[in-house]
């Protein structure tokens, strides 16, 4: 887990959740009381807007704090709407640290998964080309396509998984980076 150790050596990314979860809340204004499939259909190009503004200003300045404070931000959002449950603490500071490039060890079950959102997300915005995902075995990569491609694709994005088998795609991208689990 991630444990105090890791919070010391971290510094920004600890002050960066409570910055998360104020942009999350005070961010989608425009959508009102919309809920479920309308609020989906709303939220969609705000976020993906949103994606091609922090990617031109993550290729300018680079992955800065407060751009991957944004990053979790969005990606918060788009978790939380797409599959219905919000980002533990954990994982959340996982995601961060990673996007920072730390190091972090999350045991089974504490969801590496969803910490795995953020770094991907923060790391396509930088429009280098593909960003890779690994995981054990064809099982994980295709249930993990399948649980978070509707995050990806609220963000504006597009991602794969490449299994032994063959792979699975999601919609066509809407920028160039592809995310890719397998």
């Known amino acids: ?54 990617s031109a200003r993550a290729q300018r ?18 978790a939380k709407e797409h599959l219905g449950k919000s980002l533990y603490r954990e994982q959340q500071f996982a995601g961060r640290a990673l996007a920072s490039e730390l190091v972090i060890q999350l045991a089974t079950g504490e969801g590496k998964t969803l910490a795995s959102l953020t770094p991907l997300y923060a790391h396509a915005l930088m429009n280098r080309g593909m960003v890779t ?8 990569a295709a249930r993990d396509f399948q649980e978070t491609q509707g995050v ?12 032994r088998n063959g792979a699975l795609f999601s919609n066509p991208a809407l920028l160039t980076p592809q995310l890719i689990e397998g």
Do not use: N
């Open 61 to 78: 300045e680079g992955l800065t704090d407060r751009i991957l404070t944004e990053a979790a931000a969005h990606v918060f959002v788009a």
């Open 1 to 54: 887990h991630t444990g105090p150790v890791v919070e010391q050596q971290a510094p920004a990314v600890v002050a960066g959740l409570g910055q998360v979860h104020d942009l999350a809340d005070a961010g989608f204004p425009e959508l009102g009381d919309r809920v479920g499939e309308e609020r989906l259909a709303a939220i969609q190009p705000v976020l993906q807007s949103r994606t091609q503004t922090l």
């Open 133 to 140: 995902q690994v995981t054990t075995g064809d099982f994980y």
């Open 152 to 163: 990806f694709r609220l963000l504006g994005m597009s991602s794969s998984a490449v299994t």
